[in-house]
């Protein structure tokens, strides 16, 4: 069986099991982590996710990350001069997350998202070197009353996640899916 097939079987015996109502929104995201360089494979079978998800009775969306950098640079007044001098964009970044998180709660909105749903993130390694994941799922968890799905390209040890195997990991309280777990 390969890793994604794992994966997504690992994350349907979890996603099968009656949810806590009471569940702070950290403990309400997964992390669905995979390496980064299975993105092509896990992308073409998001639609399996999507799957298991309505079979264990709960709604489904999908929030995609990939574009949302280049959408957001071309609205500011002096995106060229970026381009130009792209040393200074690091000065931008806050507002990048607070675009994301704008953005997002359109998205739920639009999306009537509740407490039932779960709302899968993908294309977070376009976050790589602008933003950190930490930062923006504690920006979006609470938002999200029902779960919140991270497709993670990266690695996963001792509650250490580790995007795109980047030297730079933190410490976060979700729940990891791998496809090394059942």
Same mark, same amino acid.
């Given at each position: 069986?390969?890793r994604?097939?794992?994966?997504i079987k690992?994350?349907?015996?979890?996603i099968?099991?009656?949810?806590k109502?009471d569940?702070?929104?950290a403990?309400r +995201?997964?992390f669905?982590v995979?390496?980064?360089?299975?993105e092509?494979?896990l992308?073409s079978?998001?639609d399996?996710f999507?799957i298991v998800?309505r079979?264990?009775e709960?709604?489904w969306?999908?929030?995609d990350?990939t574009d949302t950098?280049a959408?957001?640079?071309?609205?500011?007044?002096y995106?060229?001069?970026?381009f130009?001098?792209?040393?200074?964009?690091?000065? /931008?970044?806050?507002?990048?997350?607070?675009?994301i +998180?704008?953005?997002?709660?359109?998205?739920?909105?639009?999306k009537g998202?509740?407490?039932?749903? +779960?709302v899968a993130?993908k294309?977070?390694?376009s976050?790589f070197?602008?933003?950190k +994941?930490?930062e923006?799922v504690d920006?979006?968890a609470?938002l999200?009353?029902?779960?919140?799905?991270i497709?993670f390209?990266?690695?996963y040890?001792?509650?250490?996640?580790?995007?795109?195997d980047?030297?730079?990991?933190w410490n976060? /309280?979700?729940?990891?899916?791998?496809?090394?777990?059942?």
């Open positions: 069986m390969s994604i097939k794992q994966l690992s994350y349907k015996n979890f099968s099991i009656p949810w109502e569940a702070a929104a403990q +995201v997964i669905c995979y390496s980064e360089t299975e092509l494979r992308r079978k998001i399996e999507e998800t079979q264990a709960h709604g969306s999908v929030y990350l950098f959408g957001w640079l071309k609205t500011q007044r995106a060229e001069s970026y130009k001098k792209p040393q200074l964009i690091h000065t /931008l970044l806050p507002k990048y997350l607070e675009y +998180v704008s953005e997002f709660k359109k998205f739920i909105k639009v998202i509740n407490e039932n749903s +779960v993130l294309g977070v390694g976050l070197g602008f933003l +994941v930490k923006v920006n979006i609470p999200v009353k029902g779960r919140l799905l497709f390209p990266g690695s040890e001792g509650n250490n996640y580790r995007l795109l980047g030297y730079d990991g976060y /309280l979700a729940v990891p899916i791998t496809a090394d777990k059942e």
